[in-house]
């Protein structure tokens, strides 16, 4: 019997270690949410383990979870928690104190990684002492009505022990309800901070002095399948480390220019809108993206050209690097040539005739055609900081990946999809090819290791995108395989070697299987 009550007991002592453990979030969450967004007790703790994951397990998040990487980090984080929420709970049973210590420690971790995150300020650490304390003072309240003194003090009758435990399970059920009505409002107070959306939606984009060329006619195959040239904003692949998307309002936002310079420089968004604006279409890449990877797409940019600005603060001759850096602490090093050399690398402010999305780096980002994204596109950007390769690094080069980063001649097969069963007779074999500011000249495509027949090449916008390419093809029954290559406008052909991602981008053919039926 007494037996019995004990593993009961054990139970009701998890389940108010995580009843207070919600509560606790819950409070924190939401105080965060209403005062201090940035020092979220759960967005600081993700921030943190993304910036100190291994690049391996970077990659395998992005691998099994894609685009869910992130709500699959904040799930994994509240298993944990909850976890030890539950020991703290048995734990505070069996001894007074002991579960709130464990509590404590980990209210004492969350508020030292939230003011050691990039923009922290003096009260950073406030919504994880919250959290803590109410999580403490809600489970040192749940467990003494558990604790066997109390039950022993109660008369040794079944009807006080049942009134007693049917009041351990309302102010459990409370607590657990009152945390995960916070956590649910501190969401929509989070959502509140659209406002930011609502101040993006209300922009009107300045009228580019130099305005891109339509897209050519031909630029078009209209194959179903076969990605659009042009990337509509809401498909457009994300990719960064920010577990809470940055909330820059443009009146708040600047960009400083320092560093190897002659003088100084800050633009703010009212100078950079009042700045000669030029749009151009650039194909940007993650160098995540594995062969055959959908994380590449193409925009039509508006902005302002970085060289221009660094004309006018005075580059020294012997820096070789830009350090760009974004308000949430990501930083990329893009090799100075990259930004002077009269390509269109521009502060960006639109995208596809909208001002940049949120996710994308509203207000001003970064884009470089011929570099990956994480040495150059840098979204939310504040600072650009002349320097040289050889004394600075930036986010991912501290992570193992190359200091400089560009891209390597691809293609890819949209049409038909790996895997898929197709049926026999004439069909078409379609996909994409991208060597940015280098141009591709053609694609060729082998069947079942024959003969490389040459595609027929799309008209491409420019050699800072990518370019549809697509071939006939008389299916016969069976499986097969289908390869392609692209070649490029110095005349290079597409590397077969392997490579992963790592460090500086993926190589090889793009292969797939069909079965014709
Ligand atoms: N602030 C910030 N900018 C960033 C990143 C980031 O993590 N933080 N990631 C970079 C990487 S790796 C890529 S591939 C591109 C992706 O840009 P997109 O999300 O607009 O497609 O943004 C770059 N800019
Ligand atoms: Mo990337």
Redesign the pocket.
């Given at each position: 019997m007494t037996q019995g009550i004990a593993r009961r007991d054990g139970y009701r002592a998890a389940a108010a270690g995580l009843a207070a453990a919600a509560f606790g979030a819950g409070l924190g969450e939401l105080s965060a949410a209403l005062f201090l967004p940035a020092a979220s007790p759960f967005a600081v703790v993700g921030g943190a383990l993304i910036d100190l994951a291994p690049s391996w397990a970077k990659d395998l998040a992005i691998a099994l979870f894609d685009t869910f990487d992130k709500a699959a980090l904040l799930i994994g984080i509240a298993v944990v928690l909850a976890v030890i929420a539950a020991t703290a709970g048995v734990l505070e049973r069996r001894r007074a104190g002991a579960g709130a210590v464990i509590v404590g420690a980990i209210g004492v971790v969350g508020a030292a990684i939230a003011m050691t995150r990039t923009g922290a300020g003096a009260f950073s650490w406030a919504p994880s002492a919250v959290a803590a304390a109410a999580a403490i003072v809600a489970l040192r309240m749940l467990i003494r009505r558990l604790r066997p003194e109390s039950r022993l003090a109660a008369p040794a009758n079944g009807t006080a022990d049942e009134i007693d435990r049917r009041r351990f399970l309302i102010w459990t059920g409370a607590a657990a309800v009152v945390g995960v009505v916070a956590l649910v409002a501190a969401n929509v107070a989070h959502g509140a901070s659209r406002s930011i959306e609502a101040v993006r939606k209300a922009l009107r984009l300045p009228v580019a002095q130099s305005p891109a060329a339509p897209i050519p006619a031909g630029a078009e195959l209209d194959v179903p399948g076969l990605a659009p040239v042009v990337t509509p904003n809401h498909d457009?692949?994300?990719?960064?480390?920010?577990l809470v998307v940055?909330q820059v309002h443009p009146a708040d936002w600047s960009l400083r220019i320092h560093g190897m310079v002659d003088r100084e420089l800050v633009i703010t968004w009212d100078e950079l809108l009042a700045l000669p604006m030029q749009e151009t279409d650039v194909t940007?890449?993650?160098?995540?993206?594995d062969v055959g990877g959908s994380?590449i797409?193409n925009a039509r940019w508006l902005g302002h050209p970085i060289r221009e600005l660094l004309a006018r603060a005075g580059v020294a001759d012997d820096a070789d690097m830009v350090l760009s850096t974004?308000?949430?602490g990501?930083t990329?090093s893009t090799p100075l040539e990259a930004l002077t050399d009269g390509r269109d690398a521009l502060l960006a402010i639109g995208?596809n005739g909208e001002p940049l999305?949120v996710?994308?780096?509203f207000p001003v980002?970064?884009v470089v055609p011929g570099l990956?994204?994480?040495v150059?596109?840098?979204?939310?950007?504040t600072q650009l900081e002349v320097t040289r390769f050889d004394r600075a690094d930036a986010?991912?080069t501290t992570r193992g990946w190359s200091a400089r980063g560009p891209i390597k001649l691809q293609s890819r097969i949209d049409v038909p999809r790996e895997g898929r069963r197709i049926d026999r007779g004439d069909t078409v074999i379609a996909g994409m090819a991208w060597q940015q500011h280098v141009g591709v000249d053609g694609v060729e495509v082998r069947i079942d290791g024959g003969p490389w027949r040459p595609a027929t090449l799309a008209t491409a916008i420019s050699d800072d995108t990518w370019v549809q390419w697509s071939v006939p093809w008389t299916a016969e029954i069976g499986s097969h395989e289908i390869e392609c290559r692209a070649v490029s406008s110095k005349g290079e052909t597409q590397t077969q070697d392997r490579a992963a991602p790592a460090p500086d981008g993926a190589q090889g053919w793009h292969r797939i299987s069909v079965s014709v039926a």
């Open positions: 457009f692949y994300r990719i960064d480390t920010a940055p940007l890449a993650c160098v995540s993206n994380l797409g974004s308000v949430d990501f990329a995208m999305p996710v994308h780096g980002r970064m990956y994204g994480y150059s596109a840098t979204k939310w950007v986010y991912w």
